[in-house]
DNA sequence: CCCGATTCCTGTAGGC
DNA sequence: TGCCTACAGGAATCGG
């Protein structure tokens, strides 16, 4: 489940081979993802070239001189190079060729994610004009999460992963951070001291970078560019690990179901 | 405005 | 072995 590591380990992925090139063609199996990949994107992607490769929060942004592709991977897509005549096989949605010699492919069986293609600037796309700061640049810090926190009272860890509080932090990162940082997930958002928030948002960076360094978190449906996993999921503290000893204390780490999604934390070590 | 619940979708795992 | 159900989750949208 692509969460802002894994976006980004993508673009790095995909990002040498795709600058610079031409798109020879598109081919649309699937329209129907979280919005539907407009009928017209082949037509006006055919024979321009790609200018750079960009990310803003898990938006993956393919610049060319016809107007910006606006990617997401949702939670189960993947984009991966074949070389053309590769039969598609399930899922293939589609497929972007360039120069006549790779096919950059989007696979995604639960059709979260979606294919756009707009002619303005990206970060104008009504998807991208609510986003709050990149977790990684220096605008996200302890003071700036203090301030937007203040007399809320919805739970830390849902807070975390509003986007427009803060982009990127997905369910993994956000029980992973709130372990590092020694918050209980359930705490109100708005009863977290100065001091604790510059834990967290320095924990945040701390998991997302790690996380980037091991290649992303693969437990069932990432892989990268190459079609290989990532093997953050090793360094995991609380995520997924119910029941198991907590590194610092030894006492079992216990899930919750917060928000609508499963919570992972120590009892002892976060208060 | 705030915030919890619902919704989309399919592969996987667990129960019987 | 096979059928059925529950569950996983990003994020827009709905409802109170």
Known sequence: MPELPEVEITRRGIAPRLTNAKITSVTIREHRLRWPVPANMA???AGCTINSVNRRAKYLLVK????TIIIHLGMSGTLRFVKPGTAPKKHDHVDIEINSDYILRY???RRFGCLLRTDDNPLSHPLLTRLGPEPLSSAFTGHYLHTVSKGRRI???PHLMNAAIVVGVGNIYASE??????IHPKRAAGRISLERMMHLTEAVKLVLQESIHHGGTTLRDFYNGEGKPGYFSNELNVYDRQDEACIKCRQPIRQITLGQRSTFYCPNCQR
């Open 107 to 109: 696979n995604d069986p």
């Open 155 to 157: 739970a830390i860890k």
């Open 43 to 45: 037509k006006h992607l």
């Open 177 to 182: 951070s709130l372990f590092r940082a020694g």
């Open 64 to 67: 060319t001189d016809n107007g």
